[in-house]
């Protein structure tokens, strides 16, 4: 993980109440795997409490990237960073677009999965994708939106190709 930031002077209270940490603004959280930066994630104002590595962070933009590109971005009200596990959850609401705006999700929260390199939204999540529209209780896809795997009661409307609608492939019979 990297981690970059101004220090805020005096801590606010609600964080003393939970313990000892440090409030930084404006910091910037990433993961990096042989090289490349797999996301970064920026913060208004984060709270990282070294003892549980643990950081919350507040009006969040996250950059997920493929092949050291940049893919898509994400903005939600909040998120939290287990350094340890290595676990990223967005939450409060968020928006995740292609940056090509090709497709895009919205849920009421997300998580990185560090084990299988995806995302997992969950919670009302609608996907888009051109004219498609399809709505679910959970969401697994790739960095780029270019793979996904909707669960739970999946509805949507999908608009088919004139070809595949006249039982062609392709063009050919």
Known sequence: MALTAACR???RAEDRARGPGITLDRPEF????AGRTLWMARAA???YRAGPGVASLERVQATFFEEGRPVTRAEAPWASYDHAARDLRLGGGLTL???DGRAGVTA???????ASGRLVTSGGVAFWQGPNRLTAGRLWADRALRRVELRG????????EPALLAGRRGGGR
Do not use: K
């Open 45 to 47: 104002q984060a709270t």
């Open 30 to 33: 990433s993961e990096a795997a």
């Open 108 to 114: 009421r929260d997300a998580r990185w999965d560090p």
């Open 153 to 160: 009661r999946v509805r949507g409307t999908i608009a088919l």
């Open 97 to 99: 677009r292609t940056l």
């Open 9 to 11: 002077p005096e801590p």
